[in-house]
């Protein structure tokens, strides 16, 4: 059975940064593409990047570029979403999600992905 626990949100200041961690249970991440997506309170879950499996290839939504970067340690088994830059609209519940593919085709959608992590909350204000 696939696991995933996510950890390392909180509260940060407008600019701040902070580093998200996917730790895998029972499963190796090694070949399979991992996405992260997040969601506001009222709003639909929306993805925010993916790396790939295969080749690594790193994919981001347009309001996050150049903000944030994915990342893997597969001798850890676990990826990484680093944000920096932080601003309140970036606030929301922040999942990790695999479909078990090495692929981040269709990755933007949340459809895209039966896996999912409990999520972990990143709250950005003053």
């Known amino acids: 059975q696939v696991q995933l626990v996510e950890s390392g949100g909180g509260l940060v200041q407008p600019g701040g940064s902070l580093r998200l961690s996917c730790v895998s249970i029972g499963f190796t991440l090694d070949y399979y593409a991992i996405g992260w997506f997040r969601q506001a309170p009222g709003k639909e879950r929306e993805g925010v990047s993916c790396i790939g499996g295969s080749d690594g290839s790193t994919y981001y939504a347009d309001s996050v570029k150049g903000r944030f970067t994915i990342s893997r340690d597969d001798a850890k088994n676990t990826v990484y979403l680093q944000l920096n830059s932080l601003i309140p609209e970036d606030t929301g519940v922040y999942y990790c999600?695999?479909?078990?593919?090495?692929?981040?085709?269709?990755?933007?959608?949340?459809?895209?992905?039966?896996?999912w992590g409990q999520g972990t909350q990143v709250t950005v204000s003053a």
């Open positions: 999600t695999t479909d078990g593919i090495p692929s981040c085709v269709n990755w933007y959608s949340p459809r895209s992905f039966e896996n």
